[in-house]
């Protein structure tokens, strides 16, 4: 586990939000649960012990927040549909590599000699583009707020230099839609929301405020260090005890109350709100965005007509732990027939998924 930059600040703060939570729970019989939006926070709450430290005062449910866990099954299947061209190369970010699909993972394709590469960037996709001019360069673009400005960032490129070869398969989300989408349809029980840290940096703390104002229901967004975590959820549980909810901002080093304007601008200028299927929740309307027309040729679901099939159900619960529903224990195949060398589902794949936090720092054999 990871030492906090400042011990005893984290272990009297530590203190005092297991008194209020355990106080609030005699008074009320409730346990204050909250939901981290975000999957970098269910990662660093594993890795700091802060999610161990609070068991049995306060339960930390992950959410919907990282984005290989919620990229639909589908997607993947296209993408390795798409690979089976010699003429095409096929361009992901890393964790995606190894997301199983129906039949296959990209990895697997990759092993059997389709042209799938790793980059760091959507930018590297665009260099690689350039520099194979008879082949066609598809970049797989899955990612929240935060990363769809860097996406909007290569399809301002490849258009500033009128790139023929160059095309994005977009499976973007967007943050709001799905958490009302978590409190209408899938009733999930949470006090509050522990919310996320870089996809605010985009939206602020504004873009928050339907949860107060709809549900009634608090949030704290915070940064990712053990101080910051603990205060973020101590806000919580007071604001909680209080039965006054509001939106607090518990990382004004970089969160602005209006986000960041000029990559909300750069997002929507090359990108328009749709529909969007998320895996295990569904499709979500308006809950991701797609490459705006006047870009059109630079969108792979339009370039090239892939149809796959339904995909088969399985075992894997990913899609109740991204609402909340389940945790990795829960599963069957935790740890036995699903861990970090042999994943069953994206949870346990990704550096940000419910699954492969616990399976590295919190199971119990
Ligand atoms: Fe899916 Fe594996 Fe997590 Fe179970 S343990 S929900 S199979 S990723």
Redesign the pocket.
Known sequence: LFEPQDPAVAKKLAQKLIHLADSYRERTGIMPTFMEVCGSHTMALARTGVKLILQGHVRLLSGPGCPVCVTDQKQIDAMIELAESDDRIVCTFGDMIRVPGSKRSLQSAKTEGRDIRIVYSPLDAVRIAEENPDRDVVFLGVGFETTVPVLAAALQLAYKKQLKNFSMWATTKLVQPVLRTLLTEKHVKINGFLLPGHVSIVLGQHAYQFLVDEFQMPGVISGFETVEMLSAIYQLVKMLDADHPAIMNNYKSVVRENGNPAAQKLMFDYFEPCDEAWRGIGMIPQSGLDIREKYAAYNAKKKFKIEVGEPKKT????GD?ICGLAT?EE?I??GK??TPLH??????VSTE???SAHYAYMRKD
């Open positions: 075992r894997c619960r990913c732990m990795p599963c195949l935790f027939a699903c994943p069953v589902g994206p949870c346990m998924g419910a699954c």
